[in-house]
């Protein structure tokens, strides 16, 4: 059962433009990842955000999450066409075992 | 860098056949998981490992599924038989102190059931 939203479901913008993700989740989390996924490819880790924090970055990557609205977003500055991907959140749960669950996704595509 | 292998990288099966997939962690990486992803959707759960033991297979067809990783270091994924349904990618994913840091996937095996 998939745990997270993302939203857009698809989003394309010009290079040097920045890209906007959302991804909403339904329990209490002990954290929250972001994946990125070429086609066809494995997904890639991008950064992860605990459940104490509020905001992270990692190069021209910006995180925030608000866990009192259940959301979080992923923020890309000054894409490049590099950039252009399949972006999944996924969160951890606080009990059980310690499996990520996986939204369905945002498509972005960078255009040149 | 160290990598998760997976092979083979793709595989293309007849209904009814057996079918498996293999998956090399990253060393000393002591959970690993198997997520199966349809076409335009996110990755769900198969079953994870804590070294040779099932931590979760709730997702798991077991009538046609089965998962091993006998040593507690690489781990196979067999469907008997398959299905059209099964058609999807196959990723393996292994982690650190129970994926805290992340997980780090495979390239995935791209199965197909004609």
């Known amino acids: 059962s998939q745990q997270g939203e993302e939203d857009p479901q698809a989003l394309s913008i010009q290079e040097g433009e920045n890209a906007t993700m959302n991804c909403s989740y339904k329990t209490s989390i002990n954290n929250l990842q972001w994946y990125r996924q070429n086609s066809g490819r494995g997904l890639v880790h991008l950064i992860l955000?605990?459940?104490?924090?509020r905001e992270k970055h990692s190069g021209r990557l910006r995180v925030t999450l608000d866990t009192s609205k259940k959301s979080s977003s992923l923020l890309i500055t000054a894409s490049r066409a590099a950039d252009t991907a399949s972006y999944f959140c996924a969160t951890g749960p606080i009990q059980g075992a310690q499996k990520l669950v996986f939204g369905q996704g945002t498509r972005l595509t960078i255009n040149p | 860098e160290a990598e998760v292998a997976q092979s083979p990288r793709y595989k293309i099966t007849e209904k009814s056949q057996a079918v498996a997939f293999w998956c090399d962690p990253i060393s000393g990486h002591a959970t690993l998981y198997w997520y199966r992803q349809i076409l335009g959707q996110g990755p769900e759960l198969l079953v994870q490992f804590q070294d040779e033991s099932v931590v979760d297979d709730s997702q798991l067809p077991k009538d046609r599924f089965s998962a091993e990783r006998l040593k507690g270091v690489d781990s196979t994924l067999k469907i008997q038989p398959a299905e059209l349904g099964d058609s999807a990618m196959y990723l393996c994913?292994?982690?650190?102190?129970?994926?805290?840091?992340?997980?780090?996937f495979g390239s995935g095996t791209r199965l197909t059931v004609v």
């Open positions: 955000i605990r459940s104490n924090e």
């Open positions: 994913a292994s982690s650190y102190a129970g994926g805290s840091y992340g997980y780090t």
